[in-house]
């Protein structure tokens, strides 16, 4: 098996086998707005999780509990806040967390005493904190304007660098992809979003930027190569390149995978510690959909943008005895 993935590679790389990735563009746009509508919509009809940090409210943590029995908890926030549905987590095996709306200071120690009670802990074993919903509206716009101002800065570099705006706008429409099909299979599975969640979600914005900058960085070391460019238009030219890095892109995709796997499973099912599950779902679903578009989408996309820019056709090698022309990338 790992003969004929080296073999595979060797043969993509040096061009001697070609997987259609740009020639079948169009299929996978319409794979990716396809899962984007689906997933979406399927987060939109559930409806977004959001944590206690961004839409405030009170918190009681209750340790050392003999049965983490989640019902207990349920049972005694409806008697004591009506109307209200608190959102319990069983945090490692003895911890139960409680989060229910914004509570003042008489009723907060009545249902912290309640819980004491009902979970035969002692009182000190049962913590209470408050976050204001301006303290999580100030967060998510700080959150918003940090995004916005990373993109802009991080397309303007990339224009810089590959002296092509359409290679940035390229990347660019890669990482709003990714970020998409990100927020929907979050909002799909239900898990809460909190800052943990967010820096997650910055960190896909590099991960899936990196990959693409790889896959472009080719692109133009292949139209500045007589060789490689003799006879390629532009598209075979993306190409070639786009199966030239295609297994270096799985092969660090699968390396960063594995960790945030098993920090998936292990933050999710066996500790229950929403911040390690909160951050793993983001990273694992983002590298994914990072992967997919840097090989799949922003190749095609990067020809299309050329396109309709006007992009000349890759100079060809001239007759013996003649110069070469570089070619622009």
Known sequence: MTTRMARLGNDLHAGRRSLPIV?????WYLLSIVAILLLGTLAVLRGANLGIEFTG?????VAGVASPDQEIAREIVREEVPGSEPSITVLGEDTVRVRTEQLDSDRTAQLGARLAEAYDVPPAGVSSSFIGPVWGADVTAKMLRGVAVFLALVAAVMALYFRDLRASLAAM??????MLVTAAVYGVVGFEITPATVIGFLTILGYSLYDTIVVFDKVREN??????????DMAGAVELAANQTLMRSVNTSVVALLPVGSILVIGALLMGAGTLKDISLALFVGILAGTYSSIFLAPGLLVDLRRLGGARRPATPPSRGGSVAAPTA
């Open 57 to 61: 409210g009170s918190e009681f943590q």
């Open 223 to 232: 139209l500045e190569d007589p060789q490689q460019a003799h006879g390629r």
């Open 23 to 27: 020639r079948r563009r169009r299929l």
């Open 173 to 178: 429409i890669a990482l709003v992809h990714d």
